[in-house]
């Protein structure tokens, strides 16, 4: 590892890991630039391991140990290690995660390329929060989803926050950029997805029965919290689902919301895995015995 004792707070080098705070500011700078940061050694861990490169890294000295194996591969990526209160007065707030990555931002995904590879896909439509960006990524690895498309109002998944709140998911599941929705809407429909809207409406199905039969391909559209999917989107969309509600409540959060659909999906989907195909014979328990024997 090149380790770099950090002296001077001020030094140049170290512009990578500035105003984090200033949310306007890292917003236009991280994509101009084509960096992101990959925080706690967990997700730099996951970043690497996935082929991001990086581009310097900022810690204390205490996770150097467990860190410097993954840069075997980077011998020249400077390491700048400090106290924490160096780091603290650096980045502008609490690194209790103790370490930190400014790492190459990975060229953008062609969503057409990503819809023909995938089957079960995840749609946001212009979420600003980075928190409820990262908390759905963090759901769909973990409940499948092949990958993510994103309006072009939707809030960066590479934005620290979104990084860190998916415990570096952002990194594992694919996504891409749709464009405006008179082109995604048609491509959505060309490529043979269903496009499924979460809204409340009187037509809205009832999850619970919509997973009982699920088309071949999929896509699970969730909108902005308070404003909810615009009309473009909704007009897009085939069909419309709702999550019932008890206790007078209208909705949930829409990464609690899009988790909830994620598993009932999966479920839908294991369930019609495990139903025998129209006309095949249903064995009896004798003759699965006697196979077994056989």
């Known amino acids: 590892m090149r380790i770099v004792h950090i002296d001077d707070i001020a030094a140049p080098e170290l512009a990578d890991f500035t105003q984090l705070t ?65 780091l603290e007065q650096l980045t502008g707030f609490n690194m209790h995660r103790g370490a930190i990555a400014s790492m190459h931002r990975p060229a953008p995904l062609d969503p057409a390329e990503l819809l023909r590879a995938s089957s079960r896909v995840v749609v946001l439509e212009d ?12 759901s769909a690895a973990a409940l499948g989803a092949d990958a993510v498309l994103l309006t072009p109002g939707c809030a960066d998944p590479l934005y620290r926050r979104a990084v860190r709140v998916s415990m570096g998911a952002v990194l594992q599941v694919p996504w891409a950029r749709l464009p405006d929705w008179r082109e995604a809407g048609p491509l959505f429909r060309e490529l043979g997805y269903d496009l499924t809207a979460f809204a409340l409406r009187d037509d809205a199905e009832d999850l619970a029965e919509f997973v009982e039969d699920l088309p071949d391909r999929l896509a699970i559209m969730f909108g902005t919290e308070g404003p909810g999917l615009s ?27 899009a988790a909830l659909a994620m598993w009932a999906v999966r479920t839908g989907d294991q369930r019609a895995r495990r139903r025998p195909a129209a006309g095949a014979e249903v064995a009896t328990p004798a003759r699965l015995h006697h196979g077994a024997t056989a």
């Open 127 to 138: 979420l600003a929060d980075h928190t409820n960006v990262g908390a759905v990524f963090r």
């Open 231 to 257: 009309r473009r989107a909704l007009a897009s969309s085939a069909r419309t689902v709702l999550i019932p509600m008890e206790h007078g409540v209208d909705s949930l959060n829409v990464a609690t919301a």
């Open 22 to 86: 200033d949310v306007a500011l890292r917003r236009v700078r991280e994509p101009a630039e084509g960096l992101y940061l990959a925080e706690s050694p967990k997700v730099i861990e996951r970043a690497l391991r996935v082929g991001h490169r990086p581009r310097a890294l900022l810690m204390v000295a205490e996770w150097l140990e467990r860190v410097g194996p993954l840069l075997e591969a980077y011998p020249d990526v400077p390491v700048y290690v400090g106290k924490p209160e160096q």
